[in-house]
Nanobody
Framework: QVQLVESGGGLVQPGGSLRLSCAAS????????MGWYRQAPGKQRELVALITSDGGIYYDDSVKGRFTISRDNAKNTVYLQMNSLQPEDTAVYYC???????????????WGQGTQVTVSS
């Protein structure tokens, strides 16, 4: 029984900042990869950033230099610090992990509930 619970979305003006959090709960032994996706209305869901347990990081080119992904393994939490936000960043943001090792075995493909980020003047 694993859940990903997101928080931190909201309305911000262009140039502003938000920090998203996603906490995984359950009988978790380990999570290797955690990532953030976003989906705007009428658009496909796209990968924004990911981070591995050993420190590997990926950013989409559209957010490089503006967003920072980090994690706290002790809390099974991943963060996305979003700076210099632009209207094109407006989307529902989802955290995701492809695999979790739990007390009940290895389970796959978990998504957060989504949190709305709106960048508008």
């Amino acid at each position: 029984q694993v859940q990903l619970v997101e928080s931190g979305g909201g309305l911000v003006q262009p140039g502003g900042s938000l920090r998203l959090s996603c906490a995984a709960s359950g009988s978790i032994f380990s999570i290797n990869v955690m990532g953030w996706y976003r989906q705007a209305p009428g658009k496909q869901r796209e990968l924004v950033a990911l981070i591995t347990s050993d420190g590997g990081i990926y950013y989409d080119d559209s957010v490089k230099g503006r967003f920072t992904i980090s994690r706290d393994n002790a809390k099974n939490t991943v963060y996305l610090q979003m700076n210099s936000l632009q209207p094109e960043d407006t989307a529902v943001y989802y955290c995701h992990t492809p695999r979790v090792v739990t007390g009940g075995g290895t389970k796959s493909d978990f998504w957060g509930q989504g949190t709305q980020v709106t960048v508008s003047s």
